[in-house]
């Protein structure tokens, strides 16, 4: 998944920020529970994301947990 020029990354019907200073690089998804990923640059972990966890942002939004 390349990250796009705002920081963006679209995957499954979803966008979620991941950091424009990450801009044009591309990150890896790891599964780690039901809904549960750990996101990736290269081989450091840099945070992480419930796909199930909307409450307080709209419904297609998410920011990245580090």
Not at 18 to 30: A, D, P
Not at 34 to 44: E, N
């Amino acid at each position: 998944n390349r990250v796009s020029s705002g920081g963006l990354i679209y995957w499954r019907s979803m966008r979620i920020y991941i950091g424009y200073l990450l801009t044009g690089q591309s990150v890896g998804f790891e599964p780690v529970g039901d809904g549960l990923w750990d996101v990736y640059f290269g081989p450091l972990k840099i945070g992480h994301f419930d796909e199930r966890c909307t409450a307080g942002e709209k419904d297609d939004y998410l920011t990245l947990r580090v």
